[in-house]
């Protein structure tokens, strides 16, 4: 896969990261959204309960939302955020990704939301790496390599009823990774099981 590909999906997921409404008028809350997760080189369905993979493969998720629409039932926003995982033996994997979501209240302290979402994904080794030079073989260096991702997400969560309480949720998370290695996996697919927080914590301006 050539290069000019992945450099307009992180352009595009980089410009996203920036749209935080500036017309708005109205300061409404914006949280701080924190998550741990399970990691797998596994396609939807497989593994344990369908969801979850094993050896665990620990990782961990920064970001914010940006709301766009707030109805009683209804919410649009975007996300943006960074992640971090260690898959043993194959990877340390570094994400910058934003997403546009839809969120649907049922009327009480429960929500369902899906997600899609593009951004950049940095792969480091996690295993050594020798090549051949005037036939000795050196451990070579390397800062890892860029590649590309595309998600799509479902997720449940349950609203603290306290003022400034958080949000539970647990969202099941599945991503490709671009290119990975193109003489056989050209297109490494993952899913991911996270369980987080949703904080109040920061405010931004929405209209009215």
Not at 42 to 66: D, M, N, Q, R, Y
Not at 83 to 110: C, D, K, N, T, W
Request: glycine share 8%.
């Amino acid at each position: 896969m050539k290069i000019l590909p992945i450099r307009w999906i992180i352009g595009l997921a980089l410009l996203c990261l920036l749209n935080t409404n500036l017309s708005a008028q109205q300061k409404v809350p914006r949280p701080l959204v924190l998550s741990l997760f399970n990691n797998a080189t596994l396609l939807p369905g497989a593994g344990k309960l369908g969801v979850w993979g094993t050896p665990v493969h620990p990782g961990i998720s920064l970001g914010t939302e940006f709301l766009y629409s707030a109805r009683p039932h209804h919410d649009w926003f975007q996300t943006a955020r960074f992640a971090y995982h260690y898959h043993r033996y194959i990877q340390h994997s570094l994400q910058l990704m934003s997403e546009v979501g839809y969120r649907y209240h049922f009327g009480g302290p429960l929500d369902l939301e899906s997600r899609f979402g593009l951004g950049y994904l940095h792969s480091i080794s996690a295993a050594q790496i020798f090549e051949l030079n005037d036939g000795v073989y050196a451990q070579k260096t390397s800062l890892g390599r860029p590649q590309a991702t595309a998600s799509l997400s479902l997720g449940l969560g349950y609203q603290l009823p306290a003022t400034n309480a958080p949000r539970i949720f647990l969202a099941y998370q599945f991503y490709l990774q671009f290119p990975f290695v193109n003489e056989y996996v050209p297109i490494l697919p993952n899913t991911a099981l996270h369980l987080g927080l949703s904080l109040p914590f920061f405010h931004q301006k929405q209209g009215r």
